[in-house]
């Protein structure tokens, strides 16, 4: 049972890794996995497929294009829709494979990498909780354990002054203000790069992926950060947030940095963070998204967000790229 329970979960990450607008066969995805002979496999652990909205059964057909007549999430007429969904045509139940064949190796699903900052390139945890208990201290708060400002990482800051602790605008203002003394001269560098993200960088760069950051973290302290990790050269720009506090919500962000970067092509872009504030933030665009779960969201919280993708660790994120 042990050994099946490894095949299913080798076949399942191959589908997942299908992109939208392609299609595998049975026996394509058999041989991703590790054994051609698996093609009978394929089909009935897609059948038990645990979770559908994850793992995209519905871009695998036989070997002929055909959709499956059997496909138990609601039928070959479900199947076609869900492809129709995502641009892959059919006529009567088969998908051309000369046009719709995934390719890996050879198609580039996304050329244009938009990279979150905090609790994805780097872990900022001791800087930001440590400024956070700064400003709070100001008005007399005292927190307990450092884990409890955690949810400060991610959303803009102004936002979460006035969520968590019930701040007005104007206080909200100035406890940023506040925050600011202690992030831009002691915060800033109490942070570290995750292990595996240089290596990452590198190799995404070095395959001609456009890198971008878009951060909710004002723009000034993001192109620090990065300076001082010697991570800057990989990014072809660096997307924030500006010091008043404005252009500070995701997708705000999102939109600078794709017409500063002139991309229009949004099927070629994938937006890469920790927090929902980064899934749905590609969401409104009609993005694909990798959550990682490395950082400081929950893997709950990033597939209720809708995250296309999720990486265990920085060196999965290449699974989806």
């Known amino acids: 049972m042990k050994e099946n329970l490894n095949t299913f979960d080798r076949i399942y990450d191959v589908v997942k890794r299908i992109p939208k607008g392609k299609v595998a066969t049975y026996g394509q995805v058999a041989l991703l996995a590790g054994n ?22 519905h871009r695998v057909v036989n070997r002929e294009g055909e959709v499956s007549s059997a496909f138990v999430f609601g039928g070959c007429n479900r199947q076609i829709e869900l492809l129709a969904g995502e641009g892959v045509e059919s006529e009567e139940g088969r998908v051309d ?62 936002d979460s002054f006035r969520r968590f602790y019930g701040f007005s605008d104007e206080q909200a203002r ?65 997307a924030g947030a500006n010091m008043d506090e404005t252009r500070t919500k995701k997708d705000e962000v999102i939109a600078y940095a794709l017409s500063s970067c002139q991309v229009t092509d949004i099927s070629k872009v994938v937006m890469i963070g920790d927090r929902e504030y980064d899934i ?28 296309t993708h999720l990486a265990q660790t920085e060196t999965d994120i290449l699974k989806y790229i």
Request: glycine letters at 12%; charged letters at 25%; aromatic letters at 14%.
């Open 36 to 57: 051609r002979r698996w093609a009978r496999v394929v089909g009935y652990a897609l059948h038990v497929n645990p979770d559908p909205q994850y793992i995209p059964c």
């Open 97 to 158: 494979l000369n046009v719709y064949r995934w390719q890996p190796g050879i198609d580039k699903a996304y050329e244009v990498c938009l990279f979150d900052l905090d609790g994805t390139l780097t872990d900022p945890g001791i800087g930001i909780t440590n400024s956070v208990a700064y400003a709070l201290g100001k008005y007399g708060i005292k927190t307990g354990s450092r884990s409890e400002l955690y949810k400060f990482i991610g959303p803009p800051l102004i």
């Open 174 to 238: 100035e406890a940023v203000d506040y925050y600011r003394e202690y992030y831009r001269d002691r915060g800033i560098f109490e942070n570290r790069v995750y292990e595996g993200i240089p290596d990452v960088l590198g190799k995404l760069s070095h395959s001609g992926r456009m890198l971008v950051v878009a951060t909710s973290k004002p723009e000034q302290f993001a192109k620090q950060i990065l300076e001082h990790y010697d991570l800057m050269s990989y990014f072809t720009f660096v």
């Open 280 to 307: 749905l933030g590609a969401g409104k665009f009609g993005m694909d998204s990798i959550g990682v779960l490395f950082g400081y969201g929950s893997e709950e919280e990033l597939r209720k967000a809708g995250a």
